[in-house]
């Protein structure tokens, strides 16, 4: 019973695509390393981040990143190093600037839009024309074609 819990407790941990090749020997810039790469999406696998892909283009990335850091580069210049390459669409979060600003409101401003065009439509609707009437001539018509006057004549005052 134990082995099971063993097993699937190791099973359920994330699977990590990092090499031990790949490893810095400096614990601080791993750790930087690692904190950043959790936010770089493999251009591949898309919904993974390079920590976690087996991609050899994510290997690149993560040795890249690796790299940058060894040479000195701050998080912001070696993020900044990476998306000049690649583009922005290896941020898992893309930046609030430029043409990305469609993108983050785009969905609210839609939200919004269709919500005004349900209110409308709504209040449109409510206010539609009650249905009129018979008028004598229809009346007098309908209870000729029925040959009843009294039971359809009530029901449709």
């Not at 493999?42 to 283009?57: G, K, L, Q, T, Y």
């Not at 249905?131 to 229809?138: D, F, H, K, M, Y």
């Given at each position: 019973m134990k082995w099971l819990v063993f097993i699937l407790s190791i099973l359920a941990t994330p699977l990590v695509a990092v090499q031990p090749?790949?490893?810095?020997?400096?614990a601080a810039l791993e750790i930087r390393a690692r904190s950043l790469s959790a936010d770089l999406r493999?251009?591949?696998c898309r919904n993974e981040s390079i920590d976690e892909?087996?991609?050899?283009?994510?290997?690149d990335l993560r040795l890249l990143l690796r790299e940058r850091l060894v040479v000195g580069d701050t998080d912001e210049q070696a993020m900044?190093?990476?998306?000049?390459?690649?583009g922005e669409y290896i941020l898992f979060n893309p930046r609030v600037a430029g043409v990305n600003i469609l993108l983050w409101f785009a969905?609210?401003?839609m939200l919004l839009f269709s919500g005004g065009i349900a209110f409308v439509t709504i209040k449109v609707r409510s206010r539609a024309a009650e249905p009129?009437?018979?008028?004598?001539?229809?009346?007098?018509?309908?209870e000729e074609l029925t040959g009843d006057k009294d039971s359809r004549a009530t029901l449709i005052n």
């Amino acid at each position: 019973m134990k082995w099971l819990v063993f097993i699937l407790s190791i099973l359920a941990t994330p699977l990590v695509a990092v090499q031990p090749d790949e490893v810095l020997d400096d614990a601080a810039l791993e750790i930087r390393a690692r904190s950043l790469s959790a936010d770089l999406r493999c251009p591949v696998c898309r919904n993974e981040s390079i920590d976690e892909s087996h991609a050899d283009i994510a290997r690149d990335l993560r040795l890249l990143l690796r790299e940058r850091l060894v040479v000195g580069d701050t998080d912001e210049q070696a993020m900044q190093f990476l998306v000049d390459r690649y583009g922005e669409y290896i941020l898992f979060n893309p930046r609030v600037a430029g043409v990305n600003i469609l993108l983050w409101f785009a969905a609210p401003i839609m939200l919004l839009f269709s919500g005004g065009i349900a209110f409308v439509t709504i209040k449109v609707r409510s206010r539609a024309a009650e249905p009129v009437g018979l008028n004598a001539e229809e009346k007098k018509r309908l209870e000729e074609l029925t040959g009843d006057k009294d039971s359809r004549a009530t029901l449709i005052n």
